[in-house]
């Protein structure tokens, strides 16, 4: 017999402890949606729930239960999840709200849930304060409200921590066939992770999509992503909620920029998960995942009978990931057989009405368009309102499309101009034909961009760094940084500490013009006033210290052929581990956003190109006749940063240097900060 989550997830027998409404829904639905297992109703008094006989308490049971739906209160749930442990049950759903969820404004909730624990022992729970799952390939439900779903053959599985994002995702009329839908409640036992694997296990599910605010457990959700890539199925993320934990009393440019929504961006990144910003994207996304899998690449074909729609798809990919690639001669040959010459041949392809209505003609269309190039073909086709006009032409349009891709063998999909105008038994059936139904352009779009990302072939991410918090951090001096990472191959301008006007003054004699000068002590230098450039002589910098109040100078050369600037840091995020941002550095790391954020230990060749993502990239490699920065000493700055920082885990906070002044043989660090502390032993 299958044990924990598979007996939870799969059941053969059902138990429904409780007599409520939300019970009583359990078991019609299981009725209703042909579970062909037992089902048991528990309630002391009750001598039948919609028809079924009752038993008084969980000991009368005939057998122990593969999956358990327990709708009694908090405080009775323990005793109950106790006992269906005694009896040797799968796993149950806790249905109870109240727990850890409620510590804020009722202090036992914490207790509850470490008695929920200990009730459990080794039985697997769900919860507790969620609605349970739905799997639509058994008919098993242990779900106490109403669904939207039908039962399928294969699918994808969607988890999720809220309870009512799930029931409006069962509810989605996109021709998306689902295979489960989960909560997750407070993941007091069981997390997201864990969940995640058992659904990919089942061979009738073809990707997952995760809803979450959360990660449950960085080296589980490793694991997570391990068990998808072993079994070739694609994990989509849409990730909500923005955390506070990694801009707490930070001093850095690097922690505004970063931040947990970055660390969470990184780790889903490293990890090969996909992903989106909103809930079409997610369906849309697994719906390409499941009828077509991953890409092999981000190049498409458009096809449409509007130059309208044609510019419409050509505009909504810009500063997107896609690409049109141009016609080939083959391409434009066939495809001036079947539009002969009154027809502009492009990518995207306006194809004209000519041959609408023209079944063959529309095949012999789509399938001259379609190249091994390539990895996907859209067709644009907004279709009418069933309830006012006749479907009865677009059938030929189908047909052709179904006829390339057995043709080309390639895959493709139909996507409207509106969401609304793709009805959604078309959607169906288009699935069933192994054809992608899209709904909306830049949904479309997005879902392309997942399926490319999961088709870049085998990545094996190297392991995140667990996140430790230290003790008192402290920040140090900019010398002090500077010295710091100098012994990792960090490479600072030449420098002098002093403490006078007169001595600063002296001592840039000795460095030799032209100088900076800055107050050290001070956070933001810039900001504060605290920094004089490219000061020429020795009254300048005499007049600069005298302006600036602190207690010691750092005289440094000034470096004056700097093609680019560009900041590298990393902060401590308690959630995803520490975080790598590589950005626009100096005046502009704040003003243009342009950052790329990884996680600590990131290879030199995630590293270039991180660099190579961001806009200031042409200045990098040289723009409007400037000459280039060698990438090589940029990226080996950054490899020194993260090496420090792998030597100092569970002491730094926070390290950024800020500007890296990249010239055309170097990288130097004009600025450089630290905040480190003492191992913390908690």
Known sequence: MATGLDRLFRPKSIAVIGGGTWCENVIVKCREFGFSGAIYPIHPSKDRIDGVPCFRTVSDLPQAPDACFIGVNRVTTID?????????????????????????????GADLQAQLLDAAGDMTIIGPNCYGFVNYLDGALLWPDQHGGVRVDSGVAIITQSSNIAINITMQRRGLPIAYVVTAGNQAQTGLSDIGAALLADPRVTALGLHVEGIDDLRQFEQLARTARDLGKPIVVLKVGKSI???????????????????????????????????????????????????????????????????????????????????TQTQRDNLG????????????????????GNPTALAQTFTAMMEPHLALG?????????????????????????????????????????PENMPEDVAINLVERGIVPFYGLDETLAAIEVAAFCGRGEITPLPVVLPLPAKDPKVLTEAAAKSALHNFGVVSPKSLIAYTAEEAGKLATEIGFPVVLKGQGIAHKSEAGAVAL??????????????????????????????AEVLVGVVLDPAHGYVLTIAAGGVLTELLSDSVSLLVPSSAVDIEDALGELRIAKLLNGFRGKPATDIKPIVDAVMAVQSFVMEHVGRIEEVEINPVLCTPTNSIAADALIRLGEYDDR
Not at 81 to 100: E, K, N, Q, Y
Not at 535 to 555: E, F, K, P, Q, W
Request: contains cysteine; negative net charge; hydrophobic residues 45%.
């Open 80 to 108: 109950v999840v106790r006992t269906l442990r005694d009896i040797g049950a799968g796993g149950a759903v806790c249905f109870a709200s109240g727990f850890l969820e409620a510590v804020g404004e009722d202090v036992t």
């Open 245 to 327: 934990h990694a801009q707490a009393a930070t001093v850095s440019h690097t922690a505004s920029v970063a931040g947990s929504e970055a660390g969470a961006n990184a780790l889903f990144r490293r990890l090969g998960m996909a992903q989106v910003a909103s809930l079409p994207e997610l369906l849309e996304s697994l719906k390409l995942l499941h009828v077509a899998g991953p890409l092999t690449s981000n190049k498409i074909a458009s096809m449409s009978c509007s130059g309208g729609e044609a510019s419409l798809m050509a505009d909504s990919a810009v500063g997107r990931n896609i690409c049109f690639p141009d016609l």
């Open 337 to 356: 057989c079947a539009l002969g010459p009154m027809v502009k041949l492009s990518n995207p392809l306006d194809y004209h009405t000519y041959i609408w």
């Open 378 to 418: 859209v067709l644009i086709c907004d279709f009418p309102r069933a309830d006012r006009c006749d479907l009865s032409e677009w059938d030929g349009v189908i047909d052709g499309v179904e006829a390339a891709t057995k043709m080309s063998g390639l895959p493709m999909a139909i996507t409207t101009s509106l």
């Open 534 to 563: 490219n000061l020429t002589g020795r009254a300048d910098v005499i007049s600069a210290a005298n302006a600036i109040l602190t207690d010691s100078y750092l005289v440094e050369e000034m470096i004056t052929n700097a093609v």
